[in-house]
């Protein structure tokens, strides 16, 4: 199984609303990568987790909260969220540790913050 | 942190043609992905490759890492080859911290 699978698919949510998106892996990966993209543009970097523990945060505001319950299972939980972090959310998976092995993505959630 | 560039930003090109996009990077690599996303945003990595050359079916990448400069090959173009190619580098610190992408290449294969 080479599959990272996101739910949900899309995603519309209210300034005020609390929701998570959740990512899962079944390939044995030690680390776990949220990126966010903007239409037109490439992917950023925004968590990623080694080990099941944080190791990146490229400043993100507050209002995203990443988790990493277990080693297949990546959450990232919304809150309070502005009309400009409407993007595309990707999640992704490697092994982690040296040397760097392939990055191996999901299908994506489409977040639109109303 | 790594530069990466990429050209052409936008390729438009007939079926059967041979494509080439190139990408170059400031720093020193770990590893060099290239990827490509189709209109509906998921991304397929289409290789990882730290040094030579490598082929699947009708693509081709090869790195060249004295220079920080990768090229990816498509042989024999179909429409269906039509999408967005990223170039994507690790950086040599290496471990899990994450890509550093090009802003891509937009490839249009017509029939």
Same mark, same amino acid.
């Given at each position: 199984?080479?599959?990272?699978?996101?739910?949900?698919?899309?995603?519309?949510?209210?300034?005020?609303?609390?929701?998570?998106?959740?990512?899962?892996?079944?390939?044995?990966?030690?680390?776990?990568?949220?990126?966010?993209?903007?239409?037109?543009?490439?992917?950023?970097?925004?968590?990623?987790?080694?080990?099941?523990?944080?190791?990146?945060?490229?400043?993100?505001?507050?209002?995203?909260?990443?988790?990493?319950?277990?080693?297949?299972?990546?959450?990232?939980?919304?809150?309070?969220?502005?009309?400009?972090?409407?993007?595309?959310?990707?999640?992704?998976?490697?092994?982690?540790?040296?040397?760097?092995?392939?990055?191996?993505?999901?299908?994506?959630?489409?977040?639109?913050?109303? | 942190?790594?530069?990466?560039?990429?050209?052409?930003?936008?390729?438009?090109?007939?079926?059967?043609?041979?494509?080439?996009?190139?990408?170059?990077?400031?720093?020193?690599? &770990?590893? %060099? /992905?290239?990827?490509?996303? #189709? !209109?509906?945003?998921?991304? $397929?990595?289409?290789?990882?490759?730290?040094?030579?050359?490598?082929?699947?079916?009708?693509?081709?990448?090869?790195?060249?890492?004295?220079?920080?400069? &990768?090229? %990816? /090959?498509?042989?024999?173009? #179909? !429409?269906?080859?039509?999408? $967005?190619?990223?170039?994507?580098?690790?950086?040599?610190?290496?471990?899990?911290?994450?890509?550093?992408?090009?802003?891509?290449?937009?490839?249009?294969?017509?029939?």
């Amino acid at each position: 199984d080479t599959e990272v699978t996101q739910t949900p698919k899309h995603l519309v949510m209210g300034m005020t609303n609390k929701k998570s998106l959740k990512c899962e892996q079944h390939m044995g990966h030690r680390a776990m990568y949220w990126y966010k993209q903007k239409a037109k543009k490439p992917p950023e970097l925004m968590f990623v987790y080694s080990y099941e523990k944080l190791s990146i945060n490229e400043s993100v505001p507050s209002r995203f909260s990443p988790e990493c319950p277990n080693s297949s299972l990546l959450n990232l939980h919304l809150h309070a969220l502005q009309p400009e972090d409407s993007a595309l959310y990707l999640c992704a998976s490697s092994q982690a540790g040296r040397p760097v092995g392939e990055q191996f993505f999901g299908p994506g959630t489409r977040l639109t913050v109303l | 942190k790594n530069e990466v560039e990429q050209s052409p930003q936008n390729l438009t090109a007939q079926e059967g043609e041979f494509i080439t996009i190139n990408c170059s990077y400031s720093v020193g690599i &770990s590893a %060099l /992905h290239w990827l490509q996303q #189709h !209109p509906g945003g998921g991304i $397929v990595s289409l290789f990882m490759l730290s040094s030579g050359k490598k082929k699947h079916g009708r693509l081709i990448a090869t790195i060249n890492i004295q220079e920080k400069h &990768s090229s %990816l /090959h498509i042989t024999a173009s #179909h !429409p269906r080859d039509s999408a $967005v190619y990223i170039c994507a580098v690790w950086d040599s610190g290496g471990g899990a911290d994450g890509l550093t992408f090009g802003k891509g290449t937009h490839l249009i294969i017509q029939p």
